[in-house]
């Protein structure tokens, strides 16, 4: 039976069509109160804003429409949305995203390809990778590709609610609207896992960071009987059953659920499985998700893939961390006394964390390594460099979708806990080990020592990478000259600082209190620090409005040392190292297109737009046209989204 609604009267005038999802387009038909329309699923573009629709009294009638036009048909009305391979793993990947953390924000990503592996998991058939199941499983209403249920969803109404946006119970039923709802709930399960498995006295290097496995385990199970399967599993209490273990965190209808729902999972040869079975099951399962998962990415999200120079040059940290391992090696040293623990004692001074006593420091010695190889790296080192998990925001490219064979020499990786006691784990990548899903890790608190080490893929949170660190920035596409790049930062600056390199938060005329433009680079720095300690909520200063820490990061990718000047040529270089970061190249050569990176140009100046409904790095999601940082009581977006589309359109051309 089709789809069909009813239309209801906005708040000025009457319903109207689109030619396309922009209602500056309308096709010119006018739409009466309670009129009936049609929805057309083949249409693969349906979201959760828009659908295509034709007038059920006149067929040719036909166009898109907001869906807040539309009043929702009864249950009994429904019919299926088909599951359009396309746009729902582009869908993952803006999921993606849109949960990068800001620079200076804390907290974590969820990856597209573990949304696909998720969904290849739960809807997979013989015929197609990904499917929109109905709700067939016991005890739940749980459905779509996600197996969302009504509970989940309303956890994720509620959230989005708090930021001013009305998610409808519909949306649930939609497979692209779906994903929204399941980045939200992989991100809250991993931090419910996280509390539950975190001390009350927090450890020395951070909260617990679940893997994967465990998020997936989350959804399975809920986040209390996760942790109390891997809480067993570490204390080598794999054989029990896993309907032993479950017994004593949930109800009897709650695990007769889980043997009727994840029978696959749970059972072996018809046996109850053992927790050991349970992990082995569930990690396999994982692992082949994946695997589904980058072929996918690559023919349909390709902008989620750094360029194919990405991993050119050298990774001189390494030289540091072999070097280290050498001398753990050669000379046997033990963490607890002597050398062993004057080394870590050093390492931890690289990340600005006193101690003369050994705690967990993996995170430490990645810091170290950073700041031997080359002093301009420091700027790079994370805040709380000590805690593991902190490292997930470390660079500016995520390499978790990538098979492990291309994971670059360098690049830092963040684990589940490896050992009991800590929260987590970091290391850098050292190459993988042949025929398996394992990387060779090397690391330091790796056996109470630097040392290599085998860890699965399924263990591991994020992969890492700077490629501004180990590339030659003059080989990247684009130039500080490039009338057409001049041509873009022109429209950033008209707003942020009406074009005046002498700007400063709340001061856009100053010219000469103070005159940056005069001033080293350093001065400019220590300058920032004075304003925020006096006060004021943003360092921003210049032409295109740099805060602080953005500076730092700045300072390092071009290997500054403080002494030069903060003239206009500078600060525009700094611009263009700013497009860079933001995928001015993978635009360039037409690896994202305009949506993609005008979303990365709001993250960078708060000024711009968004030019697609996304989910912002406060959890928020903002609409096309506001700022990406909306509802922070601070930015609003001062540019138009056509005057963006506009400005790159150009540049591409």
């Given amino acids: 039976m089709p789809l069909k609604f009813v239309t209801k009267l906005p708040a000025q005038g009457l319903a109207q069509l689109f030619h396309e999802k922009d209602e500056n387009k309308p096709t010119g038909a006018l739409l009466p109160a309670e009129d009936v329309v049609v929805v057309e699923p083949e249409n693969g573009e349906n979201d959760q804003d828009w659908v295509f629709v034709h007038r059920e ?50 907290g974590s990503t969820v990856l597209a390809d573990y949304l696909l592996a998720w969904a290849w998991i739960e809807s997979a058939t013989d015929d197609a990778l990904f499917t929109n199941p109905e709700p067939d499983f016991q005890g739940t209403d749980a459905e779509g590709p996600f197996r969302m249920s009504s509970a989940d969803w309303d956890a994720y109404k509620a959230a989005a609610t708090d930021t001013g946006v009305e998610i409808s119970d519909f949306e649930r039923l939609i497979p692209n609207s779906q994903v929204s709802g399941a980045s939200f709930k992989a991100l809250a399960d991993a931090k419910a896992f996280s509390d539950l498995a975190t001390p009350d006295t927090e450890p020395p290097d951070g909260p617990v960071v679940p893997s994967y496995l465990n998020v997936l385990h989350c959804h399975f199970l809920g986040a209390k009987a996760a942790h109390h399967l891997q809480t067993l599993k570490n204390e080598n209490s794999g054989a ?39 992990f082995e099951l569930t990690s396999q399962a994982l692992a082949e998700g994946f695997k589904k998962a980058l072929p996918a990415i690559r023919e349909h999200a390709d902008f989620l893939l750094p ?25 046997g040293l033990n963490e607890e006394t002597g050398k062993g623990l004057d080394k870590v004692i050093e390492y931890f001074k690289a990340v600005k964390f006193d101690t003369d006593k050994n705690q967990p420091w993996c995170g430490a010695f990645v810091g170290y390594c950073l700041q031997e190889a080359n002093p301009s790296f420091k700027t790079t080192i994370v805040d709380g460099g000590a805690r593991a998990a902190n490292w997930m925001g470390w660079g500016n490219q995520n390499l978790r979708q990538f098979d492990l064979r291309d994971i670059p020499h360098g690049a830092i990786v963040v684990t589940h806990p490896m050992f009991n006691g800590t929260s987590g784990h970091v290391g850098f990548a050292a190459g993988k080990v042949p025929g398996t899903e394992k990387l060779v ?20 949170r994020h992969i890492r990478w700077h490629d501004a660190l180990a590339t030659n920035p003059a080989s990247q596409i684009g130039s500080d000259t490039d009338p057409k790049l001049q041509d873009l930062l022109g429209l950033v600056a008209s707003k942020e600082s009406h074009g005046n390199y002498n700007a400063f938060f709340g001061h856009g005329k100053n010219q000469n209190n103070p005159k940056f433009t005069a001033m080293t680079v350093g001065q400019v720095r220590q300058w920032q620090d004075n304003f925020v300690a006096g006060g004021s909520k943003s360092s921003a200063v210049g032409k295109y409005q740099i805060i602080r820490k953005t500076l730092d990061a700045i300072i390092g990718r071009l290997n500054l040392n403080g002494s030069e000047l903060f003239d206009e040529n500078m ?46 790095n406060k959890g928020r999601i903002v609409n096309r046209g506001q700022s990406f940082y909306a509802g922070d009581g601070l930015n609003k977006a001062h540019v138009m989204p056509e005057q963006v589309e506009s400005a790159l359109t150009r540049l591409s051309g």
Avoid: Y
């Fill in 571 to 616: 600060q525009d270089r700094m611009a263009v190292d700013l497009l860079k970061v933001r995928k001015l190249n993978d635009f360039l050569s037409g690896a994202i297109g305009i949506v993609a990176f005008g979303n990365m140009l709001a993250m960078e100046w708060a000024s711009f737009p968004v030019l697609s409904r996304i989910r912002n």
């Fill in 441 to 460: 890790v090397l690391g330091g608190n790796q056996g109470d020592k630097v040392s290599l080490r085998h860890i699965h893929k399924n263990k591991i």
């Fill in 307 to 331: 360029p194919l120079n990405t991993f050119s040059g050298d990774t001189p940290w390494m030289k540091i961390a072999e070097r280290e391992l050498k001398i753990w090696e050669d000379e």
């Fill in 57 to 106: 009294a006149d067929p040719a009638t036909k166009g898109w429409i907001p869906m807040r036009f539309l009043r929702e048909p009864a249950p009994g009305d429904l019919v299926r949305f088909p599951l359009i391979v396309e746009p729902f793993v582009r869908s993952c990947g803006r999921a993606e995203l849109a949960s990068v953390p800001a620079d200076g924000e804390s």
């Fill in 240 to 278: 029990k059953t896993v309907r032993e273990a479950l017994e004593a965190v949930l109800q009897q209808a709650e695990i007769d659920a889980i043997f009727a729902n994840r029978k696959q999972f749970v059972e072996k040869n018809g046996e109850p499985a053992t927790i050991d079975m349970f």
